[in-house]
């Protein structure tokens, strides 16, 4: 069983930077592809960006250019660097974990981190 905990979330003006990191325990955080995921109000949750446990990145094209997704696997985390925030960016954002060899889907989930960007 994998815990997922996000932080790195607040409040950030157009334009602005954020980094979330996702700490990982109770599992082998290498044998994961670790997805970011966002869900803004009445919308619903849509997959960010990944990074597969080969280490292949891939991006959504709402984000691409000014998200990058890295890991580190011997601090068991992931991490989403965020620039050029816009005010659509605005969502909770979460990370999950899928297993290499496993259900092939993102069984363990995170609490969430909220990230607003302000116009």
């Known amino acids: 069983q994998v815990q997922l905990v996000e932080s790195g979330g607040g409040l950030v003006q157009t334009g602005g930077s954020l980094r979330l990191s996702c700490a990982a325990s109770?599992?082998?955080?290498?044998?994961?592809?670790m997805g970011w995921f966002r869900q803004a109000p009445g919308k619903e949750r849509e997959i960010v960006a990944a990074?597969?446990?080969?280490?292949?990145?891939s991006y959504a094209d709402s984000v691409k250019g000014r998200f990058s997704v890295t890991r580190d696997n011997a601090k068991n985390t992931v991490y989403l660097q965020m620039n050029s925030l816009k005010p659509e960016d605005t969502a909770v954002y979460y990370c999950?974990?899928?297993?290499?060899?496993?259900?092939?889907?993102?069984?363990?989930w995170g609490q969430g981190t909220q990230v607003t960007v302000s116009s």
């Open positions: 999950a974990a899928n297993k290499r060899g496993g259900t092939g889907k993102y069984d363990y």
């Open positions: 109770g599992g082998t955080f290498s044998m994961y592809t």
């Open positions: 990074n597969s446990w080969s280490g292949l990145s």
